[in-house]
């Protein structure tokens, strides 16, 4: 396959910020089709991404049916992500679907199953794999530079930064708070940098104090906080099978002057891997402690912050499925990895809900 088809299923903030501005970017890809159950959205993504032969699909079993498309990228709110990927695996359709993967293991585990059967690449939108410094963390873990790995900080905190557009506060469509939104990110990172995906069992803890009581300073503007039914905060602890443990703090509001999205560090027993204003590894040389801050790109975490240019993780992200779909190799998808974060997040709201540790 020289040439990979795609289609775009919800042409939202994602698709526009993230996923088409990377996808223009290569020559082997055709945008052919954009589908959105909100027309609008799918015609300005098509005027603004699309080329001579594209077209805004009326409907989403148009897009299916059609025997161009190699691939489809899942671009809708989180609880919709289960059903369209299944849907595109059984039309013989590769699939980018965006994270989290799924609501539930359920959800993930039919997933996985679908893409088996159809033989079909099936990976999930976890692009800060492809940051520079992530990268490079990642293949000295992967040569045996920290040594044993027994502890993962994983970290995305916001001060005051509650989202209050789209269906961010919508328990059924998103499955909850900053827990399953941006502490997906991170446990992703913190299994994949360990190459640890045999959790034993979780303590978690959730909170909605601010998301209830409301503020005049969030990032965004005010919320509806009467109504606000899910976690502003969650916290928790994982236990792997082989003792590594990782700690996970996820807030979108906190009383904290320690502001950090996507940051996880690790500790071994030969060195570590400090991310706090940039990669810093610690280890021992020479009798003495010492830092080095390599000078690899500290590029934002963020799929939507400006600098998605050439060469990003964002563009990394792209060519990684890309180049999957052309060698037709499902092996090289990472959704087997992500039901691993989904599963540990489900139960970490599950202890939460029971103030229990839940075994897995
Ligand atoms: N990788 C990242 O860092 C990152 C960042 C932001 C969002 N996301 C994920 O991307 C997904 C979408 O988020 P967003 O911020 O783009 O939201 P959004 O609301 O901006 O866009 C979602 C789009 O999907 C459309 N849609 C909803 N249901 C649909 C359906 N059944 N069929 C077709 N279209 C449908 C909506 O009309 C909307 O245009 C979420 O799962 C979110 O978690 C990932």
């Known amino acids: 396959m020289d040439r990979v088809h795609v289609a775009i299923i ?3 903030s994602i698709a526009q910020r993230k996923i088409l501005p990377a996808l223009l970017r290569r020559e082997d890809v055709d945008v052919c089709a954009f589908y959105d159950n909100n027309p609008r959205n799918s015609q300005s993504a098509c005027a603004q991404f699309g080329n001579a032969r594209s077209y805004v699909a009326d409907t989403l079993t148009q897009v299916l049916n059609d025997s161009r498309i190699d691939a489809v ?14 849907a595109a695996l059984n039309h013989n359709k590769h699939v980018m679907c965006e994270k989290p993967m799924a609501l539930s293991y359920g959800e993930a585990v039919n997933m996985l199953n679908a893409a ?15 940051r520079d410094d992530y990268m490079m963390v990642k293949s000295l873990g992967d040569e045996g530079f920290f040594g044993d790995m027994y502890y993962v900080k994983a970290y995305t905190v916001r001060r005051m930064g509650i989202p209050n557009w789209g269906a961010f ?12 939104d941006l502490g997906s990110h991170v446990l992703d990172l913190a299994l994949w940098l360990t190459n640890n995906y045999k959790p034993a069992y979780v303590v978690g803890a959730a909170y909605n104090h601010i998301g209830r009581l409301g503020s005049d300073c969030n990032r965004w503007g005010p919320w509806p906080n009467e109504e606000y039914d899910i976690e502003d905060s969650a916290f928790g602890f994982v236990r792997m099978e082989n003792g590594m443990t990782i700690s996970i703090e996820t807030a979108w509001a906190m009383h904290t002057t320690d502001e950090r999205t996507a940051c996880v560090s690790l500790y ?23 830092e080095i801050k390599p000078s690899v790109a500290a590029e934002s975490s963020q ?16 060519a990684s499925f890309i180049e999957a779909v052309k060698a037709q190799d499902p092996s090289l998808g990472n959704a087997r990895q992500a039901a691993v974060v989904t599963k540990i997040t489900e139960a970490l709201y599950h202890s939460a809900q029971i103030g229990r540790p839940v075994d897995l």
């Open 116 to 130: 088996e059967k159809a033989g079909k690449v099936l990976s999930i939108g976890f692009q800060n794999r492809f």
């Open 303 to 318: 799929a939507l912050a400006p600098g998605n240019n050439v060469n990003s993780a964002n563009d990394r992200e792209a």
């Open 73 to 86: 990228y899942v671009c809708t709110p989180n609880s919709t992500h289960s059903e369209l990927t299944i």
């Open 169 to 180: 506060l919508n328990k059924d469509i998103q499955g909850g708070g900053p827990l399953i």
């Open 10 to 12: 919800g042409c939202g």
């Open 268 to 290: 071994g027993s030969k060195a570590g891997a400090e991310m706090r204003n940039g990669l810093t590894i610690v280890r021992e040389m020479n009798g003495s402690l010492v």
